[in-house]
């Protein structure tokens, strides 16, 4: 295995495997993952079904799905589009904003074994993750 692919492997390990926060994060919140996801985006901003499919990665009658389960919890409110009636935005309500960043809070908790890292281990790795991140620079 090349260096590069063996790298690629172990952070794909570490934070899909071993440190996945997804199944917490459900668990908290007694929802999907997707719904969650869903939510961390309007909590970011009202949005049209539209820009949230493309957002979530589905298609348009599962978004509506989602967003009906995100409305019956009282989480997001659906209201019709000022310029067109047909369009619908998806907003967020403070009890949806509240669950957003309780999950927030949950999945971006870093893991104990990068927590032991030393500082210097530290700032060696986010300055590399900072070249994947951002691009050389």
Known sequence: MSDAAQVWQRLRTVVLEQHDRRHEVCAALGMSFIKIKALGYIAKGPMTLTELTER????RPYTTLVVDDLERRGL???TVHP???RRKIVSITPAGLK???RARK???APPEPLLALSASELETLDRILGKLVDGPG
Not at 56 to 59: A, E, F, H, R
């Open 76 to 78: 997001a409110e659906r």
């Open 83 to 85: 310029d067109d009636r």
């Open 99 to 101: 669950d957003a960043e």
């Open 106 to 108: 949950i999945v971006g």
């Open 56 to 59: 979530l990665v589905t298609d």
